[in-house]
């Protein structure tokens, strides 16, 4: 059986993608966050909530510049999960010997393979043209 992982995220660009570069292979891909809502009882006085789950997303096709996305822009983002487990050397922690040990994080990034723009919130159904993913040999 094959096994994977898919993540659908509906929330708000942290700020327009940007264009970045690897230092590996030279590639370029863009780079952003989105803001989903927590859902909890606290809420600010206009109704809008105090938490929200951020979550960093790589975009690996260049159409993505067409949508002309910028901060705060309502998006739907399909893609697949990355996840890095390191040492966050800022935190430490005693091990069971009594030794300062490092304190282990994971990092998850969104590897976006569709990215459609929210044109009607009232009615979260209705997008704007998919940028689909390049397809991978």
């Given at each position: 059986m094959r096994t994977f992982a898919k993540v659908l995220i509906q929330g708000r660009l942290g700020?327009?993608?940007?264009?970045?570069?690897?230092s590996k292979n030279d590639s370029t891909f863009w780079a952003f966050s989105v803001a989903c809502?927590?859902?909890i009882e606290s809420q600010f006085?206009?109704?809008?909530?105090?938490k929200a789950n951020w979550f960093n997303v790589?975009?690996?096709n260049p159409a993505i510049e067409e949508l002309n996305l910028k901060k705060g822009d309502p998006v739907l983002i399909q893609g697949?999960?990355?996840?890095?487990?390191?040492?966050d050397e800022t935190y430490k922690g005693k091990g069971?010997?009594?030794k300062i040990r490092p304190v282990w994080r994971d990092s998850?990034?969104?590897r976006a393979t569709n990215i459609r723009p929210v044109i009607d919130e009232?009615?979260?159904?209705?997008?704007?043209?998919?940028v689909k993913a390049k397809e991978w040999d």
């Open positions: 700020d327009a993608p940007q264009l970045k570069q690897s809502d927590k859902e006085p206009d109704g809008r909530p105090q790589l975009c690996f697949t999960v990355d996840v890095r487990t390191r040492a069971e010997d009594g998850w990034t969104i009232a009615h979260p159904s209705t997008f704007g043209q998919p």
